[in-house]
């Protein structure tokens, strides 16, 4: 079990950026495939993007492309998420998960380790 802790949130105004970081203790992130999700208030969880275990892989929402880009740094045991352009509608909490599953997984389920998520809002 890898244990994962999110921060970088905020709040922010429309157009504006913000860059969130999830860092890893107990063990190195190396072998893991990390996602990040996020939930609105009363809305489901959503999956916004995930990186493979060696940066070689990346994918996004859809309807992220081009605003948001996860990278990762496996020395720092850390996996970020820029968030350029931000809308009111991407306020939400965000969570970073981890897996071992095959790659791209996009549904939560597939996620056994999770963060206890840090809040962004972006106002209009």
């Known amino acids: 079990q890898v244990q994962l802790v999110e921060s970088g949130g905020g709040l922010v105004q429309a157009g504006g950026s913000l860059r969130l970081s999830c860092a890893a203790s107990?063990?190195?992130?190396?072998?893991?495939?990390i996602g990040w999700f996020r939930q609105a208030p009363g809305k489901e969880r959503e999956f916004v993007a995930v990186?493979?275990?060696?940066?070689?892989?990346?994918r996004y929402a859809d309807s992220l492309k081009g605003r948001f880009a996860i990278s990762r740094d496996n020395a720092k045991n850390t996996v970020y998420l820029q968030m350029n352009s931000l809308k009111p509608e991407d306020t939400a909490v965000y969570h970073c998960a981890a897996t071992t599953s095959w790659f791209p997984r996009t549904e939560g389920t597939a996620y056994p380790d999770w963060g206890q998520g840090t809040q962004v809002t972006v106002s209009s």
């Open positions: 107990g063990q190195t992130l190396n072998s893991y495939n």
């Open positions: 990186i493979n275990w060696s940066s070689s892989s990346t």
